[in-house]
């Protein structure tokens, strides 16, 4: 049986990122998963992390053979323990939406990056496509409802409406504590979740900023790959609840309004099984006169 080592990776070994054929073969743990750290653009194409137990990086986890360990340290330039490395290799807590692990990390000494962009949210992803000037976005809570869209006078920046969304992997879950009930959130998983996939313009991120509350440390950007009809689409957009916790029944005009919205989008057996979570989670049953 060949020895499988964890690596912990946040560049350019991530799924589609350029380098990601030298790990495409291997078991992936996590697409969605952090450990301590900051991160860092080099100018050179890919980014650097060093240590830091006050922030986060965010990258994929994986079981890699020595072989493929081999290839990484080559690629990153790391000969041994006490060399003249580029990024040396270290082991790390990296923590998962159902475990947490220890893996190998490869980082920056934390004299270099002092001269570099410090890169945004932790993410390399979101630090290359954020700046695209379209973007698809896949909705699975509130937002597949226009109501508040509406509200706000923004309706007009939410009328691409591509279709239903399958994303693979995940769960819809509500980890998300606020003063009157839980908020919806993506958690790993081995079903799928459904939602509502929009093209945007880069603009409309001002909006989903604020009403997802990213500068103030409750939601993240992340990037999903989301099926549409018989496509997978690559790096879409959506948003994840940074600190998660216990699951947390929703307030019934939040829980309406994700009803509302996914109603004729999602297949009639994934809404149906939203219906059915919330009143086996939460013993909320809804009234269909309601919508």
């Known amino acids: 049986m060949k020895k499988l080592t964890k690596?912990?990776?946040?560049?350019?070994?991530r799924q589609h990122e350029t380098n990601?054929?030298?790990i495409k073969d291997a078991r992936c743990l996590s697409r969605q998963c952090?450990?301590?750290?900051?991160l860092y653009d080099t100018g050179f194409g890919y980014p650097a992390m060093i240590q830091n137990s006050a922030k986060r990086v965010y990258g994929e986890l994986y079981e890699v053979t020595s072989q493929q360990l081999h290839r990484l340290d080559q690629l990153e330039g790391y000969r041994g323990e006490g060399e003249d490395n580029h990024y040396e290799r270290i082991t790390q807590v990296v923590h998962t939406d159902y475990d947490t692990f220890e893996a190998y990390v490869y980082v920056y000494p934390s004299s270099i990056p002092t001269k570099l962009d410090e890169i945004k949210y932790g993410d390399w992803k979101c630090y290359c496509y954020l700046?695209?000037?379209?973007l698809y976005y896949f909705a699975y809570g509130?937002?597949?409802?226009?109501?508040?869209?509406?509200q706000a006078g923004i309706a007009n920046q939410f009328e691409r409406v591509i279709g239903r969304g399958i994303a693979k992997d995940f769960s819809l879950a509500f980890t998300r504590k606020a003063h009157d009930g839980g908020?919806?959130?993506?958690i790993e998983s081995t079903e799928s979740a459904e939602g509502k996939v929009y093209l945007i313009n880069r603009a409309t991120l001002t909006y989903l900023f604020?009403?997802?509350?990213?500068n103030i440390g409750i939601y993240r950007p992340a990037f999903i790959d989301v099926k549409i009809e018989d496509k997978t689409y690559s790096n879409v957009l959506t948003f994840l609840v940074i600190d998660k916790e216990e699951e947390l029944a929703p307030?019934?005009?939040?829980?309406?309004?994700i009803l509302r919205g996914s109603k004729g989008v999602v297949s009639s057996s994934y809404y149906q099984k939203l219906v059915d979570d919330l009143e086996s989670k939460f013993g909320m049953r809804p009234f269909e006169e309601e919508m």
Request: a negative charge; glycine letters at 6%.
């Open 7 to 13: 690596v912990f990776v946040y560049g350019t070994l």
């Open 20 to 22: 990601h054929y030298l």
């Open 34 to 38: 952090w450990t301590n750290g900051i």
């Open 131 to 134: 700046k695209q000037e379209e």
């Open 142 to 150: 509130s937002c597949m409802d226009t109501e508040r869209f509406q």
């Open 183 to 186: 908020r919806a959130d993506l």
């Open 210 to 214: 604020r009403r997802e509350g990213v």
């Open 251 to 257: 307030p019934e005009k939040y829980m309406m309004e």
